[in-house]
Structures are given as structure tokens and as C-alpha cells.
């Protein structure tokens, strides 16, 4: 079961050709044991992100159902007000459905290494402040705040901008999530000896040890443990497809 380990035969020590198809055979269950265990890991992980999307957009199609059957019942005896009000929730929910439906299909075609974007010579100063000029002010009425600490001399790098402004704006929407009724996050980026390293980092009480590693699975959300998030999964898989790699790491804030 999952919950027992594992028994790997003792390796023979013996030098005749007996002793050496005995280690050849022990050293293949080993593997093909190994090869077992992930491929239930890689399963229950799948399961438990079918349940988690399942959850997610149930929860959406629940509301927008809600609302249509108060409206339609409710429709001669709502004032004008009240119907807008309906039809702008319904709205909203739709369109949260149909964001998840597109992460869906973006996670789907970077899992099956499909061509997602096009590489061209960009600016990530310039990118990075546009970035950061359009979170500003919903920030601020947030009680937020947002700053870039960015050198205008990096050098131009190989990008899709369209795909590197989705990965950034993905990780400023989970900070801002999670970094305090009046957190802070900083954008900095910085020449690396392969490149250039791009950090977000907010005010916010920071990730459990135990949690962090999983942070970027497909379905993982820290708030919310019976529902999936794929922003960051799929912030994760655009640096995959850039060559490089996202990673979480604790400070002293956040």
C-alpha cells in the first residue's frame, strides 16, 4: 500500500557469475520498484488535481446557475438596480470560468511541449515597469503598494513578452493575495552568469517549510486547500519554456 515502504533485496557479494546475476536482478527490481512508486505518485497527484479543477469549476457554474434562476423567478419584482447588480455578478463569474478554462488550456499545452510563444530580443526593464505602473493604483486602493527595483542597464534577453508579462503578473496576483492587508511587493531584477534573475517578493508571514515545496504543482493553493490554483504552475512552466526555472525562497518577510 502507500503507506508501506518499500523492500529492497540485500545486493549479493559475490564475484562468480552467479553472484553477478543475482546483483543484475536485484539492482532491476530495485529500479522497476522505484519506477512503481513514481508512477502511483505522478496518478495520486493527478487524481488529487481532477478533484481540485472539478471543485473549481463547479463553484462558478454554481453561482452563475443561482443567479440566472433569481433572476428569471425574480425579474418583475427587482428593481432596475437589483437586475444590473444580478447581471454584473453573473458576469464576473463568468469570466473567472472562462480565466480558468484559458489556464487550463495553457497548462495543458506547455505539458505536452507545445510551441507557446516566440522568442525575440526584449526589454525586461521596460516590461517590468509597465508591469508595475499597472498594479499601482488597484494596489493602492487595496491599501498595497507595489515597487520595481530594476536596473535600466540589463542587457536585452530572448523572450515572448506577451508570456513573461503573464508569468509576473501571475506571481504579483499571488503575492498580493497573500502579503498583508498592507503588504508590499518588490520586483527586482538583476544580471545572473547565465542570464537574468527576476525576483517577486511581498510582506506577507511566508510559506511552511513542508507546503513550499509544492507550491508550484498544477492544483496547489495555499488559501484554499479543497480548491486548485494553476497561476503559478503556469508561471513555473513559461520559465520552463525561457530555459530557466522559478523557485521559492524565505526571508525574513514574506
Known amino acids: 500500500s502507500d503507506d508501506e515502504t518499500r523492500q529492497t533485496p540485500p545486493l549479493a557479494v559475490r564475484n562468480d557469475e552467479l553472484g553477478t546475476l543475482e546483483n543484475g536482478f536485484n539492482l532491476m527490481t530495485q529500479r522497476i520498484g522505484d519506477q512503481i512508486d513514481l508512477l502511483a505518485e505522478t496518478d495520486r497527484r493527478r487524481r488529487t488535481f481532477m478533484a481540485h479543477i472539478s ?12 443567479l440566472l434562476e433569481s433572476l428569471d423567478l425574480r425579474y418583475e419584482r427587482l428593481n432596475d438596480a437589483d437586475r444590473i447588480d444580478g447581471v454584473r455578478a453573473a458576469r464576473s463569474e463568468v469570466e ?9 488550456f495553457h497548462l495543458a499545452r506547455m505539458q505536452n511541449a507545445e ?5 525575440e530580443p526584449m526589454s525586461l526593464p521596460d516590461l517590468i515597469y ?19 527595483n530594476v536596473s535600466r542597464d540589463l542587457p536585452l534577453v530572448e523572450g515572448d513578452t506577451g508570456l513573461i508579462e503573464r508569468m509576473l503578473d501571475n506571481l504579483i496576483i499571488n503575492a498580493q493575495t497573500h502579503c498583508g492587508e498592507t503588504g508590499k511587493i518588490t520586483i527586482d531584477a538583476e544580471n545572473a552568469p547565465h542570464g537574468v534573475t527576476i525576483r517577486v517578493r511581498d510582506t506577507g508571514p511566508g510559506i511552511p517549510p513542508d507546503v513550499a515545496q509544492h507550491v ?18 503556469i508561471a513555473s512552466g513559461i520559465a520552463e519554456w525561457h530555459g530557466g526555472a522559478i523557485s521559492y525562497v524565505a526571508t525574513d518577510v514574506g
Open 55 to 66: 471543485h473549481d469549476l463547479r463553484t462558478p457554474i454554481a453561482v452563475i446557475s443561482s
Open 115 to 119: 510551441v507557446i510563444g516566440d522568442r
Open 130 to 148: 509597465d508591469i508595475t505602473d499597472k498594479y499601482r493604483t488597484p494596489l493602492i486602493n487595496s491599501h498595497k503598494c507595489v515597487v520595481a
Open 96 to 104: 473567472h470560468l472562462s480565466r480558468l478554462v484559458n489556464d487550463l
Open 216 to 233: 508550484f504543482e498544477p492544483g496547489f493553493s495555499r488559501g484554499n486547500p479543497d480548491g486548485g490554483g494553476l497561476g503559478l504552475s
